[in-house]
């Protein structure tokens, strides 16, 4: 079984699947955490022109697992989870995620592993691209605003120096680039179902998703 999220940055997604894997007792894929470690180590390899840096793809061993409540990712067995989380980062991998080479590497690794076991999985494409024929395809948005509030309070405690307009222009950003560019762009699938959590608890976006997973479920048996 595959449930997907797929929606803006800062819209909820991480955090609900996480919350919900842990009450269906299924697994979690974090999709935009796999094209943070692609970014990293382009980073982290002093950035190299992209045709360049994606020659040592095939070397480069990926894992990653929800563990903890974590989503663990390593890559050549260093542990990079709290590298990936950084404004560096963030300011770059939008540019690495419109790389269809780097699509590639990310979706062929996100295919075998959900052939392992049931994953809920939240990214941009899923319900598009990556996983076209999901059991549940869902699609959250909340306003930018909200979504920058989320955000800035997720990031500050680490990074005292952020601004909230700096974490804003970020997500915007990103938004924009995501859902502009021609490889698998940011799209609500025709068959995703809204959920707008703008105004909404966190507990109200997870009864009403949970509600609808166990409908389906139920539809299915
Ligand atoms: O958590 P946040 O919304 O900040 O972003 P993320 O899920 O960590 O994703 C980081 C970036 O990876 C996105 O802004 C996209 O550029 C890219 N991404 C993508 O292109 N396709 C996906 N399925 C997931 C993420
Ligand atoms: O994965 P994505 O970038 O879409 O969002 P996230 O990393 O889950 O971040 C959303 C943040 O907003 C988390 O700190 C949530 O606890 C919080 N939040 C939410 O998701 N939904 C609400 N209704 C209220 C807060």
């Known amino acids: 079984m595959i449930i997907v999220i ?21 697994q979690y894929l974090d999709s935009g955490a796999l094209y943070r ?18 020659k040592i793809l095939p070397g480069v061993k990926l894992d990653a697992e929800y563990r903890n409540q974590t989503f ?5 067995g260093e542990d990079i989870t709290k590298d990936i989380r950084t404004q560096q980062v963030a300011n770059h ?6 790389q269809p ?10 295919r075998k592993l959900v052939m392992s076991d049931a994953y809920i999985a939240d990214g941009r494409d899923l319900g598009t691209a990556v996983f076209p024929d999901a059991d549940l395809k869902f699609y959250m948005i909340a306003s930018l605003e909200e979504r920058a509030k989320r ?3 997720e990031l500050i405690s680490d990074d005292p120096s952020i601004s909230f307009e700096e ?4 997500l915007k950003n ?14 609500k699938d025709e068959n995703a179902i809204l959920i707008d959590t703008t105004g909404k608890t966190f507990e109200e976006q997870i009864d009403e998703m949970v509600g609808i997973i166990r409908d389906k479920i139920k539809l299915k048996q």
């Open 37 to 54: 470690a692609l970014t990293y180590l382009w980073l982290m390899n002093d950035k190299p022109d992209l045709p360049e840096f994606f």
């Open 6 to 26: 797929d929606g803006p940055a800062g819209s909820g997604k991480s955090s609900t699947a996480k919350k919900i894997a842990e009450l269906l007792d299924i």
């Open 101 to 110: 080479e780097a699509r590639k590497f990310v979706n062929q690794y996100m």
């Open 72 to 76: 663990i990712i390593n890559v050549n």
């Open 167 to 170: 974490v804003k222009d970020n």
């Open 93 to 98: 991998v939008s540019e690495m995620a419109a």
């Open 151 to 153: 955000r800035y309070r």
């Open 174 to 187: 990103r938004d924009h680039q995501d859902s502009s560019r021609a490889a698998d762009p940011l799209k």
